[in-house]
């Protein structure tokens, strides 16, 4: 298989993907998650519940499933690592969630943003999502630690990463809960700059540069 075949067939499985979780979502608000079923969703996308659970091996991965991750890990990697560990991950973190919520371009700021709180808010609000989502933090911490690379090689440093990443990812779930209770009125990117700021100080958070200081 060509480059060109296996992009063109790494972006259909995305498209493919993304089109099932949305339905998923929207199914999901209307009518209830445990009263919703995976044949439910695969109707609704036009396809077969088998090709769902190619894509999401479990119904819980409908909602939790998303890109946080690879973003996070994204942008730490990039960063340069004179800076202290907790603003590489909190602005990394900061960034990743403005990404996530439409990047300043209006149409695509609306449905990534209701995307995201429509997910935020079933995790919430669904026992078997709220216990789910622990594995996605754990999974998110491994991410940044890895993305660390040879910052976090050996034990120690790795054991540093491991627990300022934990603290970060504290502060990121306050915001991520105020924002999806709030119904997203609030900047999320700011939200989350907030929490870290609360939780480490303002000298040690490169802050957005139109959000005030607290």
Not at 90 to 108: I, M
Not at 173 to 185: C, F, I, K, M, Q
Not at 198 to 206: C, K, Q
Request: charge should be negative; aromatic fraction near 4%; charged fraction near 25%.
């Amino acid at each position: 298989m060509s480059d060109r075949q296996s992009t063109l067939r790494a972006h259909r499985r995305a498209e493919t993907q993304r089109a099932i979780q949305a339905h998923a979502i929207r199914l999901f608000v209307e009518h209830g998650y445990d009263a919703t079923t995976v044949a439910d969703v695969a109707e609704a996308a036009g396809v077969s519940p088998m090709t769902v659970y190619r894509h999401f091996p479990t119904k819980e991965d409908l909602v939790l499933v998303d890109q946080h991750g690879r973003l996070v890990a994204g942008r730490i990697a990039a960063s340069s690592a004179a800076q202290p560990l907790v603003r590489r991950i909190g602005r990394a973190l900061v960034d990743s969630a403005a990404t996530l919520t439409g990047g300043g371009h209006e149409d695509e700021s609306t449905t990534g943003r209701r995307f995201l709180l429509a997910r935020l808010q079933l995790m919430i609000s669904t026992p078997a999502l709220r216990a789910r989502h622990l594995d996605n933090q754990y999974a998110l911490q491994q991410a940044i630690v890895d993305a660390l690379g040879d910052d976090a090689a050996d034990p120690d440093a790795a054991f540093r990463a491991r627990a300022t990443a934990s603290a970060c990812l504290a502060a990121l779930h306050t915001a991520l809960v105020s924002w999806a209770e709030d119904d997203g009125r609030s900047e999320l990117p700011d939200l989350i700059a907030k929490a870290l700021a609360a939780a480490f100080g303002d000298d040690m958070i490169e802050r957005p540069p139109d959000l005030p200081r607290a």
